[in-house]
């Protein structure tokens, strides 16, 4: 606050602790963040370096485009290979389900334990 007899800034207690500490805690999260970002940054440094030592290595000039022949048979492969994934996930499952099937003697039946269990004549059935 100014005060009214000069132009001099007066600060109690409060108004100095207060203004301090949010200096303090703004400084010091901003402190970490900095950090943060120059350590992620030295990463991808360090990253694109060895990823330009490998494409040396190994002979690579040019990068594909996403025009290039060899970049689109590359991208119908992956789509094609999440789809072979799911595949074999499904194929998995149903495996697992005829083995729980046969534990209770009722793989190839058409009918499932649940259906069954749940059936009003259950204990006729069984």
């Not at 290039?68 to 998995?92: A, C, M, P, T």
């Amino acid at each position: 606050m100014i005060d009214e007899v000069g132009p001099f800034l007066n600060l109690d207690e409060h108004d100095f602790s207060i203004g301090v500490s949010d200096q303090v805690v703004k400084k010091s999260k901003q402190e970490a963040i900095d950090r943060r970002l120059r350590v992620i940054s030295t990463w991808e440094e360090r990253a694109a370096r060895r990823i330009d030592d490998v494409e040396r290595l190994i002979g690579i000039k040019t990068w594909w485009e996403r025009d290039d022949n060899e970049y689109q048979e590359i991208l119908k492969y992956i789509s094609n290979r999440q789809f072979v994934r799911v595949i074999e996930e499904l194929q998995g499952l149903v495996v697992s389900r005829l083995m729980e099937l046969e534990k209770v003697n009722l793989a190839g039946s058409g009918t499932s334990f649940i259906s069954l269990h749940h059936s009003p004549n259950f204990c006729h059935r069984v």
